[in-house]
């Protein structure tokens, strides 16, 4: 959704990504093997967890991070406008489901395949 608002071109399950001149060189896991695909710059990239080995913070900058300041940031500093684009009209539970009919034969399935739900 956010390539289409933006208009930026997407590529998505990265788990490899080159940047050079300009354009991006996403490789991605399919059904079949390996894509590669090339997109030009600014793009939206999501990754695959392949992408990266995480990396885990030590006890001592936990430590540390707990003590540095927290510097809050509004959207309107930033010049973002937070308004909502859509409008919810109305919202409903779907209905209810019926219970299910046990049938004795292939004859009968047939009949009410035929007479009820009318789908042959």
Known sequence: MLAALMNWPQATFASKVLVADGKATVTREIDGGLETIEVSLPAVITTDLRLNEPRYATLPNIM??????????????????????LKTLKMSEPAKRTAGVIVADVAELVAKLKNEAKVI
Do not use: H
């Open 64 to 85: 540390k991070a707990k003590k540095k300041p927290l510097e809050t940031v509004t959207p309107e500093a930033l010049g973002v406008e937070v308004a909502p684009r």
